[in-house]
């Protein structure tokens, strides 16, 4: 991952753990239920936004990285069948 990429997932990161720490606020206290649930749903989607930028920079680094010699470094070495493999189960999990 690029260091300009890294700093936009953590700068993501800090913000939902705000955002769920305002819904444990929220819950204790006992404010209406759908409020919760919208704050609850926004921290998926920005969950969702942070599993996009991973998985756009393990396909850029580890993926096509691997024949341009741009590998990520803790990128293990695979053929192109087990990368495609690797993309396959690693989405089938983000998508769940």
């Known amino acids: 991952m690029n260091t300009d990429a890294k ?3 953590q700068n993501r990161l800090r913000r ?4 769920v720490n305002g819904i444990q606020k929220m819950i204790d206290e006992d404010r209406y239920c759908v409020d919760i649930l919208t704050q ?16 756009t920079s393990h396909i850029e680094t580890c ?5 341009a010699g741009t590998q990520h470094e803790c990128a293990r070495k695979m053929t192109q069948e087990e ?3 690797e993309v396959r189960s690693t989405l089938g999990r983000f998508l769940k």
């Open 7 to 9: 700093v936009e997932v």
């Open 16 to 19: 939902i753990s705000g955002q």
């Open 40 to 55: 609850v749903a926004a921290v998926r989607s920005a969950l969702d936004a942070v599993g996009i930028a991973l998985l």
């Open 63 to 67: 993926v096509t990285g691997a024949d």
């Open 83 to 85: 990368l495609v493999q």
